[in-house]
């Protein structure tokens, strides 16, 4: 019998042990990630933030699926280099992708500077495989192409805007949807967009389909609701005829298929059977000409106020996220460095925090003390509560974000300490920094000027300054 026994026992530690070997050598996936961007879309104008004029269900069902990241922030106010800081995962100003483009840069330097590594160049590295659908506006010279920077794929246009239906004239130039894939480039036939919002959502199911049996990073940048203002019948005879003006009707026409859209990538995710983390977010603030609103922050995109720069967010991944909020302030800087550290990818030289343990609910504490921003003439930083805007020329304003949301009460001259404080943590930020490659000319300076003048005050108002 003991015999019999010490031969079980036996068996038993080479079947763990084979177990272990197996458990060793084939370790879990590590997740996929999708993320979403919105273009010039209000702060308000979701349900999920309170919106009772414009209807987003399905992005309403998916915040409470999420990690709603109540105090979001985007690193400039303006499309372009936005969405540099968001795709390197640094300031834009360390390579001086400071203003819009295409602005006064030449064509063949006017783009995200081939020094800057690209977060899609780290999750390549990390394995995955990376594409970009939409809209790229880091450059329109070949060297700025999204497949060199990074991105297996590219289903998209590579200007700022377009039209949202198909027009033959755009064939071949910077607005054209071309299609860049391993095996070759194609163009869309522009008579078969029929709405371009449904093409990109199209294109986004198809890569998250076709990459289901591997780790990927995909990049769904909508140019909705971002001007011109074009969208189908159907969904404009679905909005309220009483929503005044018929701007407005324009925008919540375009802002229900762009909620169509991200309904339908996380179906396709969820479908895949991936772990996967969908972050949503909005590239700037509402913008001043597409009827878009911010509902409670002062200004818009442009602006260096918090309707300028305070967007939507929330992170989704039922497999390891139970929704809940976070509450402090974050980045779309922390949003991509939080995509890295989850594929294991090289870290080094990101500004961002790994919003993990926040996202768990495992820190309650702030991710950061101070954010910063500058776009030429105005530049800001929020330290904690208190935020400081630089204006060249003009007035310094101080507000207190906790007393003061709205930022009405100017503080500068009652807290002179607490001003020229921030004043030095703005310049040795910028010490860091280097100056603009370009700048977008005199009359988006004068206008950006414009837009920080502490009369100008109410949402009409701001509109009337683009």
Not at 376 to 383: E, Q, T
Request: proline share 6%.
């Amino acid at each position: 019998m003991h015999r019999w026994k010490l031969i079980l026992v036996g068996f038993a530690v080479a079947l763990l042990s084979d177990r272990g070997t197996n458990a060793e050598s084939a370790p879990a996936d590590p997740p996929s990630v999708v993320l979403v961007i919105a273009d010039d879309a209000g702060w308000i104008d979701f349900g999920f933030h309170g919106s009772t004029e414009i209807a987003t269900p399905e992005l309403d069902r998916l915040a409470t699926e999420s990690v709603v990241l109540e105090a979001c922030y985007v690193t400039a106010s303006v499309c372009s280099p936005s969405r540099a800081g968001m795709l390197t995962g640094r300031y834009q100003q360390r390579c001086g992708h400071e203003y819009n483009l295409p602005g006064e840069a030449r064509r063949v330097e006017g783009g995200l500077p081939l020094t800057e590594r690209t977060i899609a160049d780290r999750m390549r590295a990390a394995g995955y495989a990376t594409g970009l659908i939409g809209k790229w506006h880091l450059g329109l010279a070949p060297a700025f192409h999204p497949t060199n920077r990074g991105f297996d794929e590219f289903h998209g246009f590579r200007a700022g805007s377009r039209s949202y239906f198909g027009n033959e004239a755009l064939t071949g130039g910077d607005r054209g949807y071309e299609h860049v894939r391993p095996g070759g480039r194609t163009a869309e036939v522009e008579s078969e967009i029929a709405y371009l919002t449904d093409t990109i959502a199209r294109d986004a199911v198809d890569f998250i389909r076709n990459h289901a049996d591997r780790p990927s990073f995909l990049v769904v940048a909508f140019n909705a609701p971002h001007g011109p203002m074009h969208a189908t019948e159907e969904d404009l005879a679905a909005i309220d005829p009483a929503l005044a003006p018929d701007r407005r009707r324009t925008y919540a026409a375009m802002m229900r298929s762009l909620d169509r859209a991200c309904g339908s990538i996380a179906d396709a995710i969820d479908a895949s059977g991936r772990d996967t983390m969908l972050i949503f977010v909005n590239d700037n603030g509402g913008a001043t000409n597409n009827a878009s609103d911010n509902g409670p922050w002062r200004g818009m995109k442009g602006s260096q106020f918090e309707g300028g720069i305070r967007v939507p967010g929330f992170v989704r991944r039922p497999a390891a996220l139970k929704p809940g909020s976070v509450e402090h302030p974050v980045s779309t800087l922390d949003l991509m460095a939080t995509a890295v550290a989850i594929a294991d990818g090289d870290q080094v030289g990101l500004d961002g925090v790994d919003l993990d343990p926040w996202l768990r609910s495992q820190r309650a504490d702030r991710p950061h003390q101070r954010l910063f921003w500058r776009r030429g003439p105005v530049a800001a930083v929020r330290d904690l509560d208190l935020k400081l805007i630089r204006i060249e020329g003009g007035q310094t304003l101080l507000f207190d974000l906790h007393a003061d949301p709205r930022e009405r009460q100017d503080l500068s001259s009652d807290r002179p300490s607490e001003t020229i404080r921030l004043l030095a943590e703005l310049a040795a930020w910028e010490y860091q920094m280097m100056p603009p490659r370009w700048t977008t000319g005199p009359m988006w300076r004068k206008n950006l000027l414009r837009k920080h003048r502490i009369d100008v005050v109410g949402r009409e108002a701001e509109r009337a300054i683009p």
